[in-house]
Nanobody, 124 residues
Framework: QAQLKESGGGLVQPGGSLTLSCAASGLTLERYAIGWLRQAPGKEREGVICISNNNSTTYYADSVKGRFTISRDNAKSTVTLQMDRLNPDDTATYYC?????????????????WGEGTLVTVSS
C-alpha cells in the first residue's frame, strides 16, 4: 500500500528556516513527480512546489520562489523541502503529494495522492 509520510513541521519565528521531509513507501518514487501542497487555516488547499524525475522544479506558488527549494532522492524514496525566510503567510499544514507522471503537472490539482500533512507555524 502506497504511503507518504511527512515530518519536520513545527514552530518557527518569522525570517527563520525549516526543513520538511517526506518518506514514500509502497511505490517506486522515480515513476512520479512529487511535491508539496499546503492548506492554511480557513483557506483552500493550494499548490506550492513540485520536482520532476529529471529534477526540474515547478512552482505553483509565486510567493515561495527564491525562498523554498525542493530536492529528491529516488534511491532513498525521500523528498525534502527547504524553506527559508519564512513569514506568517507560510503558516499551514504542508502535504507531500505525487502526480501519476514523471513530469510535474501544469496544475497542482493533478497531484492526486498525498499524506496526512505536517503543521508549520510561523509566529513570533
Amino acid at each position: 500500500q502506497a504511503q507518504l509520510k511527512e515530518s519536520g513541521g513545527g514552530l518557527v519565528q518569522p525570517g527563520g528556516s525549516l526543513t520538511l521531509s517526506c518518506a514514500a513507501s509502497g511505490l517506486t518514487l522515480e515513476r512520479y513527480a512529487i511535491g508539496w501542497l499546503r492548506q492554511a487555516p480557513g483557506k483552500e488547499r493550494e499548490g506550492v512546489i513540485c520536482i520532476s524525475n529529471n529534477n526540474s522544479t515547478t512552482y505553483y506558488a509565486d510567493s515561495v520562489k527564491g525562498r523554498f527549494t525542493i530536492s529528491r532522492d529516488n534511491a532513498k524514496s525521500t523528498v525534502t523541502l527547504q524553506m527559508d525566510r519564512l513569514n506568517p503567510d507560510d503558516t499551514a499544514t504542508y502535504y507531500c503529494a505525487t502526480a501519476s507522471r514523471t513530469i510535474c503537472p501544469r496544475y497542482y490539482y493533478a497531484m492526486d495522492f498525498w499524506g496526512e500533512g505536517t503543521l508549520v507555524t510561523v509566529s513570533s
